[in-house]
Structure formats: structure tokens, C-alpha cells
């Protein structure tokens, strides 16, 4: 069995309004997804209940955060959002046990163009047997990296984590993220982390597939891919 995960933290003053994430939110739940094939399962909580956030107060320091062209998307809150993510794949897992594989897809990924539900079918179908953790990418090695802006070595909107690895997977993004908000004092992109987490953990079973911010992150994915 497989299931989808996605999460939705509210952020006041977002650009894009709260109805609109909810409005995509639906049109992902409702996807005709055989049941016999996948779980879809979506868990919403408040911004002061993310793990960094918590670090952070706890950390009590200050700290900059990086904002590319887009200062009004990408503030504190936003980071910090995108960084949940691993551990909603763990809260999932602790609560579908018989599940194998989880599938973190983003709450407004019906936003993308070439976005189905046959497309989604076709997807969950070709993972549910995945043993590496998959996830999509623009930028093929060798890249650039610049923490002042996003690094799309990875997607970010969908990785696909057998159960074997979602513990493992959770701590070391959270490690990531610590290790490098020590080093720096800035806070980023959820995507620089995982760029980050390839090149500083080669043990992780992780294997990169090529995408766009489209449906190719699903329609491209091939069952045992290469790393």
C-alpha cells in the first residue's frame, strides 16, 4: 500500500490567500485514487506547532532568512513550513502502519500545469513499490549553490520515502536544517536543505530524478531509478 501525505499550515499574510491553498488542498483529496491502490490523508496544524518554529524559540537568537526575488512569499514562516515536511511523512507512518510506501505531495500541487488525477493514478501506481527515496529535480550535477536563492537541484513538491526510510530521512533533514542555521545563522529553502542532505549524507538512499515544476515530477518517475 502507498499513501499520499500532504499538510497545509495557514501563514497570515501569505500572497496567496488561504482560500486558494484550500480550494487546491480539496482538489488533491478528492482525487478518484482507487482505494484499493493508495491512502490520501491530509493533516493541518498551526505554524507555532512546526518543529522549527520551536527549535528556533528555543534556539532564542536571532537569525536572517533568505528571500530571493520574492520577499513577500519567502519569509520566516514560510521556511519554516516547507521544513515540516519530513515530519508529517513520520506522523503518517506512525499512523498507517501497514503502509510501505509514503508519497509527500504539496497541498497546492493541483496548481501545476499537465496536473490529473490520471496522472496522480499513474504515479502512485509506479512507486508503491519504490525502495529509495525519490525525488524530483531541475538541475542536474554538476550545480551551483547560493543559499540567497532557492537551489533546484530538487523540486521540493514531491519525494517519494519507503517506510524503512521515513525515520531516517525526518532526522537528518531536521539535522540539515540545524547544522546549517548553527553555521550560518540564516534560515532557507526546504529545497537547499535536501541539496544539502545529497551531498552531505551519501549513505541516504536518495536518487534524483529530472523534472519541472509540473506534472513531470510524477510523469517522469520510473520505478528503480538509477542514483
Known sequence: MIAVVTGFVPIPDHPRPEAEYRKLGERLLSAQV????????????KL??????QWLEWRGQDFTHSVSDNPKKNTPAYHIVQSQKSELLMEAARSHPSTDVFVWIDFGIFNLKGMSDQVLIDFLRRAKDEQSIAIPGCWSLPYKY??????WRFCGGVMVVPREHVIE???????????HIRKTGNLSWDVNALARLEKNRP???????????DSSM???FQHGGIH
Request: charged share 20%.
Open 34 to 45: 482507487p482505494q484499493s491502490d493508495a491512502v490520501l490523508m491530509a493533516m493541518e496544524m
Open 48 to 53: 507555532t506547532d512546526c518543529w522549527l518554529y
Open 146 to 151: 547560493d543559499d540567497a536563492h532557492p537551489c
Open 169 to 179: 530521512f525526518d532526522l537528518a533533514m531536521k539535522q540539515e536544517y540545524i547544522s
Open 203 to 213: 549513505d541516504l538512499p536518495i536518487w534524483w530524478y529530472a523534472a519541472d515544476h
Open 218 to 220: 510524477f510523469t517522469n
